[in-house]
Structure formats: C-alpha cells, structure tokens
C-alpha cells in the first residue's frame, strides 16, 4: 500500500517580509515626519529656554613636599569642595547661590598638575570666582610647603653646624696626636692614649659619615620641592550647555524611532475588522 508522501510545511510561516515592513513605512511617512519634527522643535525650544552654562580652565602645578609624595588627590578634594567656592564668593562679594557653579579638579596622569575647571551661568562673574578660587587654594597650599620646607631648613642648618663642630674636634684630635709625642710619657703611656685617641677618632669618623648622609638627604627633598602655581591661565569662557546641534541630533533620531514604532503600531491596529463585526 502506497502511501502518498505528506506535504511537507514551510520552515518560517511568519517570516519577515522585508519589502512589506518598507511598504508601511512609506504608507505612514506623514506620521513618521510629523513625529519627528515635533520631536526636533521641541528639542531647540527646550535648548533656548534652559540657561547656558559656561566653563573657564585652568592647569594647576601642585606643591611638591619631596621626591616621592603626591598631594593630587588632596588637592582634587580641596578645589571641588563647597567651602573654598563659598570663602570665594564671600570675598568677591558675589551674590551668587554656590549651586549654580561647579568646580572640577582632574588630576593629569604622570605627572603633579591638576585640570581645574569652573562653570557658571554669568561668563564675567565666572572668571573671577574662578580666579580667586585658585588664588586662595594656591595660597594655602603653598602656606603647608613653606612649613614644611622651613622645618628642613632648620634641620639642613642643625646638621651644617654638627658638620662644623666636626671638623673642629678632628683638628683637636690632631692636635692631641701632635703633642702626645712630645709629652714626657712612657712608651706604654703613649700606646695607652694613642690607642684611646683612635678610638675616638673613629667614633667622630662614623658620626660625621651619619652627619653628611643626613646632609645629602635633605639636599635631595628640598631640591626636589616645589611650590604651587598655575602653569596655564584660565581660557576664555565658553559655552557648554545646551549643545543646541546635540540636542537636535538626538531628538531626530528619538523622534524618528517613535514615528517608526508608531507607524508599524497604526499599520497593526488597522488589521483588526471594527467592533461588531465578524
């Protein structure tokens, strides 16, 4: 008995037609339009009724304590901080709400600078705040290197006079040697005291070797110190936000998506036969 062969059923019975997806679009292009033209209308009258923001710059050297220490961090936390901007504003006289400004302190990789920016809404009144911020955090950081830095010289200077002393003991040290062999002393005597004379002469020895360690020390860190300063003035001011261009840009691409997805939404309720009928 034959059996005839069934029929065999397409792999994809809902596959995508692609001529009829753009067949929809076009019969919905009005919507598509309208949808993203409305979306990029309001995306320029949205960018004209916020407040422009303006942004000055500024590199900031960071003080260097010695040959190892970075204080970028610190100094990140210090410039951002809401205190330094409101004893700026009190300054300045600026009657300004400290929200409406925003400082930025990023440190630049490798090396002892710090990218500090400011923005605000008034483009004069931002430079000076701007200004006075970094005059006052210079001035306090460069209050902790001249402690510091004093505190070295004071020991640079301690160490000068040991060495001095130093060298004055061992002109004594020769003295002695000199006269112990003129003195009317037994051979055992002068043995004795030559003896004593030498150890003391390599304790001093040992002691000024410590003495010009410390020195050379010190040389380094304080040759390697360095104050805070600007390295590149403030930029003129200029405007951050609202990107009008960005703004419009991402809106004709929203507005575009919605249109689309309304258009294949429309194209889908019109399959449906209207209530109350079959």
């Known amino acids: 008995m034959n059996v005839p062969p069934a029929e065999t059923a397409p792999l994809y019975d809902d596959e995508i037609d692609l001529r009829e997806l753009l067949l929809v679009l076009w019969r919905q292009r009005v919507l598509i339009a309208v949808v993203t033209l409305i979306a990029a209308v309001a995306a320029v009258l949205a960018s004209l009724a916020l407040p422009r923001v303006y942004r000055v710059e500024a590199l900031i050297q960071m003080e260097r304590l010695d040959n190892k220490q970075s204080v970028q961090s610190e100094g990140k936390e210090i410039l951002e901080s809401r205190a330094l901007l409101t004893a700026a504003l009190n300054q300045l006289a600026v009657q300004a709400d400290p929200l409406t400004f925003k400082a930025t302190g990023q440190p630049v990789k490798d090396t002892d600078y710090l990218q500090f920016s400011l923005e605000g809404r008034d483009p004069a009144q931002l430079t000076k705040v701007a200004d006075k911020i970094v005059a006052l955090f210079i001035d306090k950081r460069n209050q902790i290197y001249k402690e510091r830095r004093a505190t070295l010289e004071e020991d640079l200077h301690r160490i000068t006079t040991d060495l001095q002393q130093s060298e004055t003991d061992k002109g004594k040290f020769d003295d002695l040697i000199a006269s112990l062999q003129k003195a009317p002393l037994s051979a055992i005597e002068q ?78 309720l019109a399959g449906f036969p209207p209530a109350g009928r079959s």
């Open 191 to 268: 043995k004795i005291y030559a003896l004593q004379l030498a150890q003391m002469q390599d304790f001093q020895a040992q002691e000024k070797v410590g003495l010009m360690q410390q020195y050379l020390t010190l040389q380094d860190k304080l040759a390697a110190m360095q104050p805070a300063k600007i390295v590149d003035g403030f930029s003129e001011p200029m405007q951050v936000r609202p990107r009008l261009a960005l703004n419009v840009a991402v809106a004709l691409i929203l507005g575009l998506m919605v249109g689309v997805f309304l258009a294949f939404g429309r194209n889908w």
